[in-house]
C-alpha cells in the first residue's frame, strides 16, 4: 500500500503463475487501485486522480525529451549576446567603438561592392555593449533559401566580408531551443505542438497535487525510497516554478503556431486580411512595393532622427531595409525606449527615401490586445530587468530541463520489479533514451564549444560547429544502447564533464584569454562562461559518481544496477 496524500494505491502483489509455450514459469500483470485514505477528507474522486494522472504521465513522456533539448538550450540563450560576445573573441583583435558615421560608411561600402543587396538587408549600429557595427544581407537563393552574408569594417576603414571569422554557436543554441534540433521547417511547429501537450501535463500534475499542496511541497525525503525524494524532487520544481511554466507553454505556442490559431478567425468571421488589421499596432507592416524608379536614401542619422521624433527616448538597435535604392525603400527602425514598465520594444517604420512615417509601435500608445501580446514576448524572451533577471532565467531554464528528467526516471521508478533483476523491456527503453537524448544533447551542447573556439578564423566554421553538437548527440544515444543503463549513464555523465570543463583550457589555448586574465580585464562575457563552465564540470562529475555509486552498492533489482 503506497501512500499518494488522500489517496492510497494499492498494489496486488499475488502473482498469478502459469506455464507458456516454452515450459517456463510467468506471471500475469500487477493490478493497481485506488482507494480513499481513510481519516482525510476527500477532495476528489479517486477515480478522478487515476484520470489526471494518467493525463499528466503520457502527455510527460510523449514530450519530456523534447522539452528537456528545449530548456537546456534555452537556458544558454538567455545569455544569447554575451554567448555571441564569447564566441568571436579575438586575442588579436583591436575594438574600436564605432561611431553613426562609421555605421554610415559600412552601409555605403557594402551596398556598393555588392549588387543585387537590395531586399533582406540589416544594419546593427554600434552600441556600448557591441562597440562594432555590422551589416547583414540574407540573400534569397533560387530554392526560397537564404545565404547568409556579414560586412563589417577592418581596423583600416575599408569593408571585410570575412564571413567565417563570425561564430554561429549562439544562433545554433538558440535554433536548438525552438526546433530541438529538427530541421527548421517544421521543427518549429514541432514545439509548438509539444508545447500545447505541456500545458496540458501542467494543469494535471497540478490538479494531483493540489490537494496536498502546503503539506508536501517542501518536503524532501531522501531516504531509501528513491522514488519518494525524486517525486518530492518532481514536486517542488514543478509547483514553485508554475506560473513561470505556465507562462512559456504559452508564449511558446502563440510563438510557434499562433498563426494556425488565429487562422479560424480569418476565415469565420473577419472578411478583410486579419494581418492587415492586427499588424499595424505589433509593428507588422506591409512592405512597400518597389516602383523600378531610383531613389536616394536618407542617411542613418536623418532616419535615426525621425525616430527619436516619433518615440521619446529611442534608442536603435536594428534597421531593416527593403527595396533599397528604390523611390519607395522601406526601413523597419527597431529599439528601446525607456518606458519605466515590462515594455520596452519600440519599432518605427517609414520610406526610408521621403521620411513618411508608415508606423509607430510604441507601449504608451498600443492596445490591450497588443500589450498583453508584447507583455508576454518580454517574458519570454527575458528583455527586461538587467542581469538579475537573466540569471534567475538561467536557474529556472535548468530546472525546467530537470523536471522533464526527473519525470521519465519516475515513470521508471514507478513500475520497477523489485523482487527481480529483469525489468520490464519498455522501463529499460526509456532509461537508455532518457539518458541518451538528455545527456547526449548537453554533451553535445559542449562539445560545440570547443568546436567553434578550436576553429577561430577558420573556414566552415559554423558547420563543423553543428556536426560536433549532431555527432556527440547520436553517438551518446547509439553508447546507452550498447552499454547497460547504468554503466551507459555514467560514462555520459563523465564526457559531460569532460567536454564541459574543457572549455576553459580551449579559451587559454585557442584565444588565449584564461579565467584569471578575462577576470582581471573585466571580460565578463568570457569569465561567466568559463566560470559555469567549470561549475557545470563539476556538477557533472559528482553525479556521474552518484550513478557509479548507485550502481556498484544500490539495489540490484533496478535498471540502475551493474
Not at 121 to 147: M, N
Amino acid at each position: 500500500m503506497v501512500s499518494l496524500g488522500d489517496y492510497q494505491l494499492s498494489v496486488d502483489t499475488k502473482k498469478t503463475h502459469r506455464v507458456n509455450t516454452s515450459g517456463h514459469e510467468c506471471c500475469q500483470p500487477v493490478n493497481y487501485s485506488f482507494t480513499e485514505n481513510p481519516g482525510i477528507a476527500c477532495r476528489m474522486k479517486a477515480s478522478s486522480v487515476k484520470a489526471f494522472l494518467s493525463i499528466h504521465t503520457w502527455t510527460g513522456i510523449g514530450t519530456g525529451m523534447v522539452l528537456f533539448i528545449a530548456f537546456y538550450a534555452g537556458a544558454l540563450t538567455v545569455f544569447l549576446h554575451e554567448l555571441e560576445t564569447w564566441d568571436d573573441y579575438q586575442s588579436d583583435k583591436v575594438v574600436v567603438q564605432h561611431t553613426l558615421a562609421d555605421s554610415q560608411r559600412l552601409l555605403d561600402l557594402a551596398v556598393a561592392n555588392t549588387p543585387g543587396m537590395d531586399d533582406n538587408l540589416r544594419l546593427y549600429p554600434a552600441d556600448t555593449e557591441h562597440p562594432t557595427t555590422s551589416v547583414i544581407w540574407y540573400q534569397r537563393l533560387e530554392d526560397r533559401s537564404f545565404k547568409r552574408h556579414d560586412f563589417n569594417l577592418d581596423q583600416n576603414g575599408g569593408l571585410s566580408t570575412a564571413e567565417h571569422q563570425h561564430g554561429e554557436l549562439a544562433q545554433f543554441i538558440y535554433r536548438l531551443h525552438y526546433t530541438a534540433g529538427l530541421p527548421r521547417s517544421f521543427g518549429i511547429y514541432v514545439l509548438g505542438i509539444v508545447s500545447l501537450i505541456y500545458g496540458l501535463a501542467l494543469i494535471s500534475g497540478l490538479l494531483i497535487f493540489l490537494p496536498n499542496l502546503m503539506r508536501d511541497l517542501f518536503s524532501l525525503r531522501s531516504g531509501k525510497n528513491k522514488k519518494r525524494f525524486w517525486l518530492d524532487s518532481h514536486n517542488a520544481v514543478g509547483v514553485i516554478s508554475l506560473p513561470w511554466h505556465l507562462m512559456f507553454a504559452w508564449s511558446s505556442v502563440l510563438l510557434c503556431i499562433g498563426i494556425f490559431l488565429i487562422g479560424p478567425f480569418q476565415i469565420l468571421v473577419y472578411e478583410e486580411d486579419l494581418v492587415e488589421l492586427i499588424g499595424p499596432e505589433l509593428g507588422v507592416v506591409q512592405p512597400l512595393k518597389a516602383t523600378g524608379e531610383a531613389g536616394k536614401v536618407m542617411s542613418l542619422a536623418s532616419i535615426i532622427s525621425i525616430s527619436e521624433r516619433e518615440a521619446e527616448g529611442f534608442s536603435p538597435t536594428q534597421l531593416r531595409f527593403s527595396n533599397f535604392g528604390d523611390s519607395n525603400t522601406m526601413v523597419q527602425v527597431f529599439g528601446k525606449s525607456n518606458t519605466e514598465t515590462l515594455l520596452t520594444n519600440v519599432s518605427i517604420t517609414m520610406n526610408a527615401v521621403t521620411g513618411d512615417v508608415l508606423s509607430v509601435a510604441h507601449p504608451d500608445n498600443a492596445g490591450l490586445g497588443a500589450t498583453f501580446y508584447n507583455g508576454l514576448l518580454a517574458l519570454h524572451y527575458v528583455s527586461f530587468g538587467g542581469f538579475f533577471i537573466k540569471w534567475i532565467y538561467f536557474l529556472l531554464g535548468l530546472a525546467g530541463a530537470f523536471l522533464f528528467y526527473s519525470g521519465n526516471v519516475l515513470w521508471i521508478e514507478t513500475r520497477r520489479k523489485k523482487r527481480t533483476p529483469n525489468q520490464p523491456t519498455n522501463t529499460i527503453l526509456l532509461a537508455r533514451l532518457n539518458s541518451g537524448v538528455c545527456l547526449g544533447c548537453m554533451a553535445g551542447i559542449s562539445a560545440a564549444f570547443l568546436m567553434s573556439r578550436g576553429m577561430v578564423g577558420m573556414e566552415s566554421r559554423g558547420e563543423f560547429t553543428e556536426w560536433a553538437y549532431y555527432l556527440t548527440f547520436f553517438t551518446s544515444i547509439c553508447w546507452m544502447f550498447v552499454r547497460p543503463v547504468a554503466a551507459g549513464t555514467r560514462d555520459l555523465l563523465f564526457s559531460c564533464a569532460l567536454f564541459t570543463g574543457l572549455i576553459p583550457i580551449f579559451d587559454a589555448s585557442f584565444a588565449q584569454a584564461p579565467i584569471w586574465q578575462s577576470f582581471i580585464h573585466g571580460n565578463w562575457p568570457m569569465f561567466s562562461v568559463n566560470l559555469v563552465a567549470l561549475f557545470g564540470a563539476y556538477a557533472f562529475w559528482k553525479l556521474a559518481l552518484a550513478v557509479k555509486q548507485r550502481a556498484s552498492n544500490g539495489d540490484t533489482n533496478s535498471v540502475w544496477s551493474l
